[in-house]
């Protein structure tokens, strides 16, 4: 059977090239950064290297870098990091209804904790007015965290213009760029952030491994003790290979980014108007051209719920993921598109297609023709539709 | 994830559709929670004689549909009263802990189904 | 040139074997085990099953192991998990002079933010008595963390001890055993230990891995927020890859763990009886025997300096550490040296031999062909040195 | 870490030893701290015809005499006393950030010796 990846916005698989370079690190280059001798020191070189890769990746310089677990591990010590670092300043916390787990359940944990949270909302194509976020500011504020880009339906959010309004007001300014980076350019001096997270694992790099920018100048209690690891940032023995597998994913995708945007947003286009063309009472999810991701396309289909699709597109070999709470055990389906103004019906029939590098025209046109049938046989079987 | 019976009830539904002039009809739950069940019965003298089902939820809500309208079907009113949602999830060789809760709206959704059956018998 | 790795107390290499299956879950199986298709159920068994294999060489339930970025995060949730979970208890914690960073920076931070630190010493062969350990305990001790074995001397805890007194008391007990796991035989429940610290990089695994035991019902705050994996314990995209390759490692660990040991107890002898034989002014730090871990080799060579004698062994092939504190540009040497009574000047003579799987007779030969030629270099060198 | 340099002054390190009846010694550093450089001078006339050093302590602090002892020999004193800490880890190629003060030690000793030897000078 054909199998077909349409996850990535999940994970990807890890480019051939990374992977084999890893291994050398893994089984022979395998020294501990800290150490004086020689396996150490190459170790330690490949590591720095890395960490140029990355930054060029940001526009950032190679010492604004710390590396982390990952981009939730990332995104925690962005958050409490400068909750504590400005906590005699202020403790009000703007974010936005969209973020992430990582950013909203951390945000949560400090409101626990004695911080308060503004939460600025989205339209209904997800997008947060700057106008919002500005009139969230309070003289209290010290920290505004926006993703770049959302992880479920590709809404690209005004971050320059948010940036400027961090910037003027003083208030530091965290960025969620996990779904962005290396898919559309980021330039984090230009972009007027202060903090940035990004993943390895979403950029055809290891999982485990992300990166916190942390502009020159911005101070960041460390939430991880130690060795005195990554400028004692983050203290823990270096994951060299999983660092160093980042860093050629960067460069890969440095080089193959404009590209690959054209290509998937072109795939993703195609599979838009098919299943248009194809199937009824479809909602696209998210704003059409510019303001998206070009990887990304999510839509709903009505009267049949998001795992029962997953599992059969699963068994024609299709893997894709939903906003759907039953997918998850929870009883709400998905925070973003309850934000962007969905009903619980129509949220619940959510899917989400994200297309990669190995994703072909033929992909497309395979799913094109399963979906249709199984949206036709779990239609049948819906007490909510009656053609 | 789900056991076979699980995948295979949930690929291969049993007694899927609805009956027209239905001696009972049941529902439970609701669209908003991600799940609604209808269950169709035809009753003969005290026997279940056919059942459907419309079920709008996850495999497991699908799966607990066709399962416990193949449990029921043959059976007494009286049989299938004693029903009970860990035996459908039983039947089916277990379902994951966060889907505990489908089956508990399919024997839900036949023991409405018979409620609604003695309500309109009464009547008659 | 001959390459005779003795480092591996820092890290190892990882294992063919596990090296190969990773790749496997880098490149093919490379599914978010969060996935409802089949690219993530794969992942997800494959998950489960590392974890089972974790929790088998620590005497453990599979639920009982919650996985981590490495060592040192796993002693920072549980130190820092544990005094938030029990902080209207007490805020007192007990420790020893002979930690790893890892914890005794994480208690330090803690001391930062009002909680009190009583560090228990030990006697000049590294070792703690349980009765200081006793004397500590105060009504509003809540938690205890002491580690199996030492990662400079070898020196090994009397773990189950120091457990039964922490269990009759009442008091959380966390151990750090980065350096015993795998190495010798560990049993939790025999211990009385609730929380214990693993790492993988240490037994032939990937870098970046590690996991904490937390024996079912005692309560640990989590210190990242996100996605809710590993039972919400510690969120943040599972590193499948590495996490499979940290249960395979622990398996083949089981396997060998006996035989290797003596093995190593073996090679280690030899080496210390041959430096002893060829160079004068030697001192052994830590125990003798039983008591120490069968791998590691701690000695101080007088009148030199100790990255002195890395460089000048990394030279020649050879990799080893040492506790001086000019490897690691800091000015006092090694607080676990210090700790056991050893003077400055001799602390930063000290030397770290580890061995492991791939050492032979003939690196230990080596070693002991050029070693005494660098000493005599270096000690010609030093104003210490008067013959 | 180191640079080649550093690692040539460290493996092959210039004008190790002592000077016996030197007129001029320089002590800087303690065990304790890791760290002990001792330069002994030879003087004829206003120039270091000869120079020698005894070093404990790290790479740098090996290459750093070494380095020092080759940048004064034949030099004036007064030219000698000009050499600072920052000229001896440039000579080097410089030196890792943690590493500096072991700089610093190599050129105050060299400095203490001319000290010793002003002193010496004075009292014959
Ligand atoms: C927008 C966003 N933020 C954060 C994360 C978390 O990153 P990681 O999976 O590396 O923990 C993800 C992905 O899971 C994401 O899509
Ligand atoms: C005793 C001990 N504890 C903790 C650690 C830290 O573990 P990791 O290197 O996985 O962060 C180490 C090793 O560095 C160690 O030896
Ligand atoms: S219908 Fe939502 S979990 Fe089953
Ligand atoms: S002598 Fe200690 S750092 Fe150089």
Do not use: W
């Not at chain 1, 349409?6 to 395998?30: N, Q, R």
């Amino acid at each position: 059977m054909r199998r077909v990846y349409l996850d990535h916005s999940a994970t990807t698989p890890v480019d051939p090239e990374v992977a084999k370079l890893m291994m050398t690190y893994y089984t022979e280059k395998y020294g501990n950064p800290s150490s004086v001798h020689s396996f150490g020191r190459d170790a330690k070189a490949a590591l720095e290297n890395a960490r140029e890769s990355v930054a060029k990746l940001l526009g950032a310089q190679p010492t604004e870098i710390t590396f982390t677990s990952g981009g939730t591990e990332a995104d925690n010590l962005a958050i409490i990091g400068t909750a504590e670092a400005q906590s005699k300043k202020g403790k009000h916390i703007i974010t936005s209804a969209v973020e992430h787990h990582a950013v909203l359940e951390t945000c949560e944990f400090l409101e626990k904790n004695g911080y308060e949270l503004t939460i600025v909302p989205v339209d209904e194509e997800g997008l947060i007015a700057v106008e919002d976020v500005e009139k969230a500011i309070r003289p209290d504020t010290i920290l505004i965290t926006i993703m770049h880009a959302n992880n479920e339906v590709g809404t690209i959010q005004p971050i320059a213009e948010i940036g400027k309004l961090a910037r003027d007001k003083g208030i530091v300014f965290h960025v969620d760029a996990v779904q962005s980076f290396g898919k559309i350019p980021i330039d984090v001096v230009a972009m007027n952030v202060d903090l940035m997270t990004v993943s390895s694992h979403k950029i055809y790099g290891p999982k485990g491994v992300g990166a916190l920018y942390i502009r020159k100048g911005v101070r960041v209690i460390p939430r991880i003790y130690g060795g005195g690891q990554e400028k004692k940032r983050r203290s823990g023995t270096e994951n060299t290979p999983g660092i160093i597998g980042f860093g050629k994913a960067c460069e890969i995708a440095a080089q193959r980014m404009e590209e690959e945007a054209a290509r998937e947003a072109k795939l993703r286009d195609k599979l838009l108007e098919g299943i248009m063309e194809k199937i009824d009472y479809v909602k696209l999810n998210g704003p059409q051209g510019e303001k998206r991701l070009p990887g990304i396309l999510n839509v709903s289909i009505q009267f049949i719920e998001g795992e029962a699709l997953l599992l059969s597109l699963d068994m024609m070999g299709i893997a894709a993921s939903s906003g759907s709470a039953c997918t998850s055990g929870s009883l709400d389906p998905s925070h973003v598109l309850l934000a962007m103004g969905l009903t619980h019906e129509i949220a619940h029939g959510s899917l989400r297609f994200s297309f990669g590098r190995q994703n072909t025209e033929e992909d497309v046109d395979y799913v094109l023709e399963q979906l249709p049938k199984i949206v036709e046989r779990l239609r049948m079987m819906s007490p909510l539709y009656d053609q | 994830m789900y056991t076979e019976k699980v995948m295979d009830h949930f690929m291969n539904p049993r007694n899927v559709g609805e009956i027209e002039n239905p001696d009972g009809v049941g529902e439970v739950g609701n669209a908003k929670c991600g799940d609604i069940m209808r269950i169709y019965l035809d009753v003969d003298g005290d026997i279940i004689k056919d059942v459907k089902f419309k079920t709008f939820g996850c495999g497991a809500a699908v799966a607990t549909s066709s399962m416990v309208t193949e449990m029921v079907k043959g059976k007494t009113i009286e049989e299938a009263l004693k029903i009970t949602n860990a035996a459908v999830a039983e039947a089916l060789d277990g379902l994951p802990p966060a889907k505990m809760h489908c089956s508990n709206l399919a024997a839900d959704a036949l023991h409405e189904a018979i409620k609604d059956y003695h309500q309109k018998t009464l009547k008659v």
